[in-house]
């Protein structure tokens, strides 16, 4: 068995286009090897520190909330679950405002929700399964985003 390093596959993928940033742990242990520091935060604080490479959340939220007759399956993970759109969205509102906002000015150079619609039996996703509903209200989603700057 052949077993590739981060710095193999940090160089193979630079040689196929160096014109990508290459994130070769996404999330696990940073060893120096990626163009970006890739963290996934579902529990413990979010503490940015800047410095030489961005500072990347690749992985966050995860806020559960499932919709009868648009789901794959009848099983359900969230990180956090939620009752209603509601509270979905309150919550949602609130981790962007009072967090994420926050950590741009300290050096967070990017962020990926998890996820953006449900993936089997994962509920936590901003539209279902099906894609047929989104389940975060639309203006709110575009009051954040308006708010995203640098």
Known sequence: MRFITARALQCGCKELDNTRLVDSASGWHDQGMSDVISKHI???????????????????????????????????????????????????????????????????????????????DELNGLMTYDREILKIDKEVLQDINSKVKY
Do not use: C
């Open 42 to 120: 579902y529990f413990t604080p979010i503490r940015v520190k800047a410095g030489e490479r961005p500072w990347v959340l690749s992985e966050f939220g995860g806020y559960g909330y499932k919709i009868s007759n648009h789901t794959f399956s009848e099983k359900m993970f969230g990180y956090r679950i939620y009752k209603s759109k509601e509270s979905l969205t309150k919550s949602y509102k609130k981790l962007y405002e009072k967090v994420i906002i926050p950590q741009i000015k300290k050096g967070l150079s990017a962020t990926v929700y998890t996820e953006v619609s449900d993936v089997e």
